[in-house]
């Protein structure tokens, strides 16, 4: 059913809406295309709007940067593995929250919520100091633990709304027919968690890959993910533009797959419910 | 419920994963932090005092540091809200466009915030392409980049900020009986009275949720303003960095840390307050 009256106002809004897209989005992705395929021996300066040659000369630049391919591979492995135990640790948790009653639920729902409310540079920082006294400074296992912090409240919350609406017949019914509750939970709540499952996974797949913040106060400068290294062609030592611009279509390659795989397998009302009340 | 009575063992056990990984290493860091901010000049010395925080309120830089973190906190809450409002309510009114628009306007969620820097740089800053553009047609764009309002992170921190604000106020408008709408059409209602008196109340929670998450967010950047901000004042969050890491002034880090974190609760509770006596939401239902 739609809300506009008229073809004409249909039209309008739609307008609207993907010119917003267009200022927004495909203007400026259209002028990082141009950065990373400009030629920097003819160079591109104003008041030319477009480059007057084109080259492949900061990819090969890029590719030839001993540091980009073992970021990429880095920045992979620690969302990959924050991903996987940010989902363990949290379903245990989730389930306590969605079928238990206790005393202090409220509480323990507000900590858990407690890592979104404080800004995440305080505990960054704070652990960057700590890991420093363990030696866990600048090393991968550091970076994943301190990315966990910022993933886990978003999978509980996630977790928790998707275990609520499982009914509850199916667990007593799994019950009755003689499973043990630790069986009913693996082999009833667990499989129809995934939709849970799947889009807080995908969201903390996605806030681990593009995470700067933390894994810089934590890893820098030993730990180079896709994202810290950015860091250093755009504020560190140089303003370099076209590496930058290439790192960036490098970054942002995988994020789109995921995104595409994102709108397949979940839907937006199961983030939602996560995150649409505080 | 499955059992009434959990042996507090079992539910202990369910919960230790999650919050005993939370306590260890967001509470133990917090405490340390705000514990940290009330000693000496190094964590080992003996006694409690507020020299710290002394220094940190006596220090004019670091007080427009903090009047620089809230504003950078919450203009781009408000200009978010300015353009996620409309925009969540478009995407209602039509479903034509909303499949292919619905995709496509939440790709600045995967876009790093560093990558978003990186936008507004190359389009806006003196030399970029809107003054290349606008230079032919006679205009001059203002700077916008390294400015003293910080305008460029803010462009910067609310393009990320849209669809994030987008998708949870939409989905909560969605959630929103198409019948409810429909009766009030039929009683005459405007689509701006629809909007006013039916779909912003009852998309209430989502629109508070996602004003606090996109200025917690924004209060505590790091990146953007040290890629788009002024050289002068700069926000807490950076002189947090500076402080601990370059000149090892870890109280000073500390109390700024627990500065913001009061700042990002207090508002918070502020925003509950001020809903609540609306009279529109119970503050903590949830």
């Not at chain 1, 001993?66 to 135990?85: E, K, Y």
């Not at chain 2, 921190?157 to 669809?163: F, L, Y």
Request: glycine share 10%; net charge positive; charged share 10%.
């Amino acid at each position: 059913m739609a809300n506009g009256h008229t073809a004409r106002g249909q039209r309008l809004v739609g307008v609207a809406l993907y010119g917003y897209l267009a200022l927004t989005l495909f203007f400026p992705v259209a002028i990082v295309a141009l950065w990373a395929f400009y030629d920097p021996a003819v160079g591109w300066f104003p008041p030319d709007i477009i480059p007057r040659s084109f080259s492949l000369s900061a990819w090969a630049e890029v590719l030839a940067d001993r540091h980009i391919l073992p970021a990429a591979g880095v920045s992979l492995l620690v969302s990959v593995i924050v991903t996987a135990l940010t989902g363990a640790l949290a379903f245990p948790t989730a389930w306590a929250l969605a079928q238990f009653p206790f005393r202090l639920k409220r509480m323990v729902e507000v900590f858990v919520l407690a890592p979104v409310i404080v800004p995440g540079i305080v505990v960054a920082v704070s652990l960057g100091e700590i890991f420093f006294r363990f030696g866990l400074a600048g090393t991968i296992l550091g970076v994943i633990l301190v990315q966990i912090v910022g993933t886990l409240p978003f999978m509980i919350r996630i977790l928790t709304a998707t275990l609520e609406g499982i009914p509850n017949e199916l667990i007593y019914a799994a019950r009755t027919l003689g499973a043990t509750p630790l069986l009913a939970v693996t082999r009833v709540a667990l499989p129809l968690a995934w939709p849970g499952f799947a889009a807080g996974g995908l969201l903390t797949f996605i806030a681990s890959f593009e995470e700067f913040e933390k894994s810089f106060m934590v890893g820098a400068p030993k730990v180079r993910t896709l994202a810290t290294q950015l860091w250093s062609y755009l504020g560190g030592e140089a303003l370099v533009l076209p590496t930058a611009a290439v790192v960036t279509f490098i970054l942002l390659a995988p994020m789109l797959l995921i995104f595409v795989l994102a709108e397949r397998l979940s839907k937006d009302d199961v983030m939602a419910a996560g995150l649409g009340k505080l | 419920m499955i059992e009434r009575k959990v042996r507090t063992p079992i539910l202990l056990l369910c919960l230790l994963p999650g919050v005993g990984y939370l306590l260890a290493l967001f509470g133990l860091p917090l405490v340390r932090v705000v514990y940290g901010s009330f000693t000496g000049s190094s964590l080992e010395e003996p006694g409690l005092g507020l020299a710290t925080w002394q220094a940190l309120f006596a220090n004019p830089v670091y007080m427009d540091g903090l009047w620089f973190s809230l504003w950078l906190g919450i203009a781009p809450t408000l200009v978010s809200l300015l353009i996620s409002l409309p925009l969540s309510a478009l995407m209602q009114a039509n479903e034509s466009s909303r499949r292919l628009f619905g995709t496509l306007y939440k790709i600045p969620l995967v876009v790093p915030g560093i990558v978003a820097g990186f936008l507004v740089l190359i389009v806006l800053d003196r030399g970029g392409m809107a003054s290349r553009l606008a230079t032919p047609l006679g205009l001059s764009v203002p700077r916008l980049v390294r400015d003293d309002l910080g305008l460029g992170a803010i462009i910067a921190s609310t393009w990320k900020t849209v669809p994030f604000m987008t998708l949870i106020i939409a989905g909560a408008m969605a959630a929103i009986s198409k019948d409810v709408l429909a009766a009030a059409r039929t009683l005459g209602a405007s689509q701006v009275i629809i909007l006013w008196r039916i779909q912003l109340p009852l998309a209430q929670a989502g629109i508070t949720a996602a004003i606090l998450l996109s200025f917690i967010g924004s209060l505590g950047s790091y990146v953007i303003p040290s890629l788009l901000g002024p050289a002068y004042p700069l926000p807490l969050s950076v002189h947090m960095f500076a402080e601990g890491f370059q000149k090892g002034n870890w109280p000073m880090v500390y109390a700024m840390g627990t500065l913001l974190s009061v700042m990002a609760v207090a508002v918070l509770l502020a925003y509950y307050t001020i809903i609540g006596s609306l009279g529109r939401s119970k503050p903590g239902a949830s």
